[in-house]
């Protein structure tokens, strides 16, 4: 007997502020043109003031279990992708869990930035195939509103704030790429490129949080090049090919990058769920917010081949095949 970790439920939550390209020309030397050509980005939410990770995680993980019918009580774990917690410490899934009355669940963080829900999915799985959990929340929710340097163009237009949970149940498979659940996970760090994406303070230096610096046109080249290698790799593992796919649902940091990504896996962008017009770069967050919004769309329908990729900071990346 095969236990396959099955999505029962998918759910997002966006705060209700709406920043379109045109309010950073107020702010930095940029237009909304640029923004839209080079990034596919048409706007993002921020969140409200006083509005937290785990406030946005939590109304996403209500949503979820919602969908799947499940209830909060009956989770044995959460894990939460997120680089922008509440706090230090506690992690914001323990504050998730007491929000959303999930009493029996333990509940971590888990932080590989905007590669945070593809580690968190991978680690959920685990945790099911190895019978530590039959039910999963995993969430990704992020507030960069409040990392972002307002006065650096290169980097304050691309990023937004949201949250999106899928819930994981163990359920029998054959063992065969036709099982419904996670099918292959492809996980990945250098961490010889820490320059090119990282937050100028933290704990233990500077005792701030700091602030979001990055060299974007040396990430996209990274991007490019790591996002098809790791997505054929999960591919590979899953004994499947870019024929079988009926989306790949990318993170969402450019709509260039996408693309590029695709057309290197030999997947039509018909088969890929883009919704980085509306979020922006929400980091961990933008794959489940993809999810759920693609399912809403009705794109993505049950038994559909998907596979999930993200590359950011670390650098760390990775691909999750799975059938929906
Ligand atoms: O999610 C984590 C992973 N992160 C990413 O995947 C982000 C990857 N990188 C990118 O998406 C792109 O590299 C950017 C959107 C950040 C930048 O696009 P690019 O085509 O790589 O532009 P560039 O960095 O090579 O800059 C080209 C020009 C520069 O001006 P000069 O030096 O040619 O005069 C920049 O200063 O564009 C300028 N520029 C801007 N101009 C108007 C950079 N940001 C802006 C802006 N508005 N917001």
Not at 31 to 43: F, N, Q
Not at 91 to 111: C, L, N
Not at 256 to 274: G, N, S, W
Request: hydrophobic letters at 45%.
């Amino acid at each position: 007997m095969t236990i396959r970790a099955v999505v029962r439920g998918v759910g997002h939550y966006l705060p209700s502020r709406v920043v379109p390209n045109a309010e950073f020309e107020a702010l930095v030397d940029t237009s909304d043109d640029w923004i839209r050509a080079r990034t596919g980005i048409e706007r993002r939410h921020f969140a409200a003031e006083g509005e937290t990770t785990s406030d946005m995680a939590a109304r996403a993980a209500e949503a979820a279990l919602a969908d799947a019918g499940i209830a909060a009580d009956s989770i044995d774990a959460i894990l939460l992708a997120t680089s922008t917690p509440d706090l230090t410490f506690p992690a914001a899934a323990t504050m998730v869990q007491r929000k959303i009355g999930a009493s029996r669940a333990f509940a971590f963080d888990v932080q590989a930035v905007c590669a945070g829900f593809v580690f968190a999915l991978a680690n959920a799985d685990a945790l099911i195939l190895s019978g530590q959990a039959r039910r999963i929340l995993v969430i990704g929710a992020e507030t960069f509103s409040r990392i972002l340097d307002f006065t650096d163009r290169g980097t304050c237009v691309l990023f937004g704030d949201g949250a999106g949970a899928l819930v994981l149940e163990a359920a029998e498979g054959t063992g065969t790429p036709a099982d419904r659940g996670i099918l292959a996970t492809d996980l990945n760090t250098d961490g010889t490129h820490q320059d090119l994406l990282y937050v100028d303070g933290g704990v233990s230096t500077t005792g701030t949080s700091g602030q979001l610096r990055m060299q974007g046109n040396q990430v996209f080249r990274h991007a490019v090049e790591k996002l098809a290698a790791t997505g054929h790799a999960a591919l590979d593992r899953a004994q499947l090919t870019s024929a079988d796919v009926d989306w790949i649902v990318p993170h969402q940091a450019n709509l260039r990058i996408i693309a590029a990504t695709a057309q290197r896996m030999q997947v039509p962008m018909e088969k890929v769920v883009v919704t980085v017009q509306d979020h922006g770069n929400t980091s961990a967050a933008s794959i489940p917010l993809a999810l759920s919004v693609g399912k809403a769309r009705g794109q993505i329908h049950e038994g559909d081949l998907l596979v999930t990729e993200a590359i950011g900071g670390g650098l760390s990346w990775g691909a999750v095949v799975l059938r929906w």
